[in-house]
């Protein structure tokens, strides 16, 4: 099993949908969690961190789960410009920070 | 402010030549990780060297090496390059890199491509 699982996608969603990315993670130790976003041929960026409160930020929606081991974004109104690759993030201290990112969740929002 | 930079941002290299990249990272961060992805991958962690000391290895084999400076600026380099070493490589700098919860960041990376 692998240690932080994604649907790659892609998701292809009209202008104004709402979407939602889950991400499994297999480590029940593992301590910190946060979704990136990766535009096309560019750098994973942080988008947000997570936490078991869940929390929020503008149209995004980030939600721990920490019995069901998995994480979740929620987007709201999608934008054309919300179109990239969204990596789940896992991390995990043990004399460094050992930090796992999913393959990825393409989104495509579509006008 | 700075934030991370990488050098070379593209190259081309023949198999079995040798390669440096290098990274700088954000001023006041000690920590240094680097990683490889390849194409419709999430990116994959080679190393982590926090003060100049290598902190965490991942599944990578011996001709990946890396070293921090005293400036905490890094070199990563790869040996005997094979055409399967063809990837983004992103270097990340984080506050302490030891501690959980820091946030890391990333560079611009460098494209290498093994022909």
């Known amino acids: 099993r692998k240690e932080v699982e994604q649907d790659p996608g892609p998701f292809n969603v009209p202008e104004g949908a709402t979407v939602a990315f889950n991400c499994t993670y297999s480590?029940?130790?593992?301590?910190?969690f946060f979704w990136y976003r990766q535009d096309c041929r560019k750098e994973p960026k942080l988008l947000m961190s997570v936490y078991s409160s869940g929390n929020e930020d503008g149209r995004f929606t980030a939600q721990l789960n920490r019995a069901s081991q998995y994480i979740s974004l929620l987007i709201r109104d999608s934008k054309l410009s919300d179109s990239a690759t969204y990596l789940c993030v896992v991390t995990l201290s043990g004399g460094y920070q050992k930090v796992t990112f999913g393959i990825g969740t393409k989104l495509q929002v579509i006008p | 402010d700075a934030g991370v930079t990488q050098s070379p941002t593209h190259l081309i290299k023949t198999r079995g030549q040798h390669v440096t990249l290098r990274c700088s990272p954000i001023?006041?961060?000690?920590?240094v990780s680097w990683y490889q992805q390849v194409l419709g991958q999430g990116p994959q962690f080679i190393f982590q060297y926090y003060e100049k000391e290598e902190r965490g290895r991942g599944n990578f084999p011996d001709r990946f090496s890396a070293r921090q400076f005293p400036n905490y600026s890094s070199e990563l380099n790869v040996n005997a390059l094979l055409l399967g070493d063809s990837a983004l490589y992103l270097c990340?700098?984080?506050?302490?890199?030891?501690?959980?919860?820091?946030?890391?960041?990333f560079g611009e990376g460098s494209w290498l491509t093994v022909v």
């Open positions: 480590n029940s130790a593992s301590q910190s």
């Open positions: 990340a700098s984080s506050l302490s890199g030891v501690t959980d919860g820091n946030t890391i960041y």
């Open positions: 001023s006041g961060h000690k920590s």
